[in-house]
């Protein structure tokens, strides 16, 4: 298996853009979580779906963020409109079954100027 | 609720070494506990995982943790560090709402 794959691996935007930050599962995995980790706050914790359903999103930190899971092997993150504090690297991770491990994919590291 | 507490957000020792990161929870259910290492620029990998069938957990690359109910820790050893291990470790526990909640890591430095 690929492992969780997320793309673009480097996002630079200008403040006011969209972002929109894509996360492909592993196959047969049916939890699927965000992160954003900064220097500063270290790994929080954004949102996470079971079953493509959203069912915690309170770290979530503004309306300026939205995600979706449309399907079972497809999420996205979008930030409308980005803004430099939400540069910082940001994480897609997929899990089989509760209790087990998270598999983290490579990270979207978001500059925004 | 959860937490994890990291014991020192930087550790150096020499290569040959003893390893020790430091690890306490709270959890008012068993808990479920992970070591998870992060190379640079890349995501977070799974080192070991604790889920009540042992207490002493074996990983890879050579580490290994024990979970201890009554210290409520679960530290991460390695008998002699490598150049290799030069990372930062995350340890985290499972909460009942079925999340990881991580520590805020220790970045692990090995010298020759």
């Known amino acids: 298996d690929a492992g969780v794959i997320q793309s673009p691996r480097h996002e630079v935007t200008e403040m006011g853009q969209e972002v929109t930050l894509r996360c492909k599962p592993i196959s047969g995995h049916n939890s699927l979580f965000w992160y954003r980790q900064t220097m500063m706050r270290g790994l929080e914790l954004l949102i996470y779906f079971n079953n493509n359903v959203p069912i915690d999103d309170s770290g979530m930190p503004e309306d300026r963020f939205s995600a979706k899971m449309p399907n079972a092997s497809f999420s996205t993150l979008k930030i409308q409109p980005s803004e430099p504090r939400d540069s910082a690297v940001y994480f897609c991770?997929?899990?089989?079954?509760?209790?087990?491990?998270?598999?983290f994919g490579p990270g979207t590291r978001l500059t925004v100027l | 609720a959860q937490s994890v507490t990291q014991l020192g957000s930087h550790v150096s020792v020499s290569e040959g070494a003893l390893v020790l990161l430091r690890c306490n929870y709270s959890s008012s259910v068993p808990p479920y506990l992970f070591w998870y290492v992060q190379y640079p620029n890349q995501g977070l990998q799974l080192l070991l995982k604790?889920?009540?069938?042992?207490?002493l957990v074996k990983g890879i690359n050579g580490f290994e943790a024990e979970f201890k109910k009554s210290e409520t820790s679960f530290h991460l050893t390695k008998p002699s560090a490598h150049m290799r291990d030069a990372a930062e470790y995350f340890c985290?526990?499972?909460?009942?709402?079925?999340?990881?909640?991580f520590g805020t890591g220790t970045r692990l430095q090995v010298f020759p």
């Open positions: 985290a526990v499972s909460t009942t709402a079925d999340k990881l909640i």
């Open positions: 991770a997929s899990r089989s079954g509760r209790g087990d491990e998270q598999f």
């Open positions: 604790y889920t009540s069938a042992a207490t």
